[in-house]
């Protein structure tokens, strides 16, 4: 299983809504990544976790809340967010470690979030 | 910092034509290197990579070759086609445990037949 899986695929929600956008893979690996993309820019990093810790938090506000439950889960958590968050959300995974064999990142289609 | 520079974009061009997209990165060390593609309303897909100085990655008809001299990995296809139209992103990554990917802006490609 080579495939990184991510629900919902759309999300429509208000600004005082909570919601929750999911990430799973079964390929053992143990980086899992979350990427905004904004339309026609490149995909920027929020948040890393290796090893279920988060090791990266590239400043991202506190309305986002990742958590990594197990090695193969991934969550963003979403509370009180504004128009400007209305995005595509990327996950990735990758293994970990020096070896240049474990650079590769497998990304999931992406959850397409509105913000109303 | 790190970073990439891609060429500005879009690219039109006719089926069967010839297609070369820049790409060059600033380095400290030794990163491995990435193209990947995003087609109309999907995530990123790994499109080659290339690992040391010189290596050639290839998918699908397209080639990049690593090239540590001018530090450039110019993504290129002899013929391209209608469904090649997508949006091209070279990426880095240093090879240190938890370092996530730099990407550069995108190159758009639309290809007419």
């Known amino acids: 299983d080579t495939e990184v899986t991510q629900t919902p695929k759309h999300l429509v929600m208000g600004m005082t809504n909570k919601k929750s956008l999911k990430c799973e893979q079964h390929?053992?690996?143990?980086?899992m990544y979350w990427y905004k993309q904004k339309a026609k820019k490149p995909p920027e990093l929020m948040f890393v976790y290796s090893y279920e810790k988060l090791s990266i938090n590239e400043s991202v506000p506190s309305r986002f809340s990742p958590e990594c439950p197990n090695s193969s889960l991934l969550n963003l958590h979403l509370h009180a967010l504004q128009p400007e968050d209305s995005a595509l959300y990327l996950c990735?995974?990758?293994?970990?470690?020096?070896?240049?064999?474990?650079?590769?990142?497998?990304f999931g289609p992406g959850t397409r979030l509105t913000v109303l | 910092g790190d970073s990439v520079t891609q060429m500005e974009g879009p690219v039109t061009l006719s089926e069967e034509a010839f297609l070369t997209i820049n790409c060059t990165y600033t380095?400290?060390?030794?990163?491995?290197l990435f193209w990947y593609v995003q087609y109309p309303g999907e995530g990123l897909q790994l499109l080659l990579k290339?690992?040391?100085?010189?290596d050639k990655g290839s998918n699908k008809g397209f080639e990049a070759t690593y090239r540590k001299e001018t530090t450039s990995f110019h993504l290129e296809k002899g013929s391209v086609q209608v469904s090649d139209s997508a949006v091209y992103f070279c990426?880095?990554?240093?090879?240190?445990?938890?370092?996530?990917?730099?990407f550069g802006k995108g190159t758009t490609l639309s290809v007419s037949s």
């Open positions: 990735a995974s990758s293994q970990v470690g020096r070896g240049l064999a474990n650079n590769e990142q497998f």
């Open positions: 390929m053992g690996h143990r980086a």
């Open positions: 290339a690992t040391k100085a010189d």
């Open positions: 380095a400290t060390g030794y990163p491995s």
């Open positions: 990426a880095v990554r240093y090879n240190q445990a938890g370092t996530a990917l730099i």
